[in-house]
């Protein structure tokens, strides 16, 4: 029997595994247990042979988090998409370092304690 994705809506404990089964990761299942989740209001409606959330370059960790190929995790899918987008195009990381690198000048910079005598 062919199983298909859904999105988790509520967290739950898969029938079958014992497991506990997040809201926002994905849950593959034959149509019988899709069904059971469904009527339990625990899954979306619908399933995807490929899955939308599917994106190369994001690993998707459960609970609506993924994680960049740089490492860092960002929760909500289209907030991850935008930061991929960012990372591929050198402007996320770059920016937050020298605007860092520009605050630790500042602080270096001001002689204010030699100049009171």
Do not use: C, W
């Amino acid at each position: 029997m062919s199983t298909k994705k859904y999105d988790v809506i509520a967290d739950f404990i898969d029938e079958m595994t014992g497991k506990i089964i997040p809201a926002g990761s994905i849950f593959e299942a034959d149509e019988p247990r899709a069904e059971r989740a469904k009527i339990a209001l625990v899954i979306s409606d619908r399933g995807n042979e490929t899955h939308e959330d599917e994106v190369e370059g994001l690993v998707k960790l459960g609970g609506g988090y993924y994680e960049l190929p740089n490492g860092e995790k960002i929760r909500g899918r289209e907030k991850a998409i935008e930061a991929l987008q960012a990372l591929k195009a050198g402007e996320s990381d770059g920016d937050e370092i020298s605007s860092e690198t520009d605050a630790g000048t500042d602080n270096l910079g001001g002689n204010e304690s030699l100049s009171e005598d």
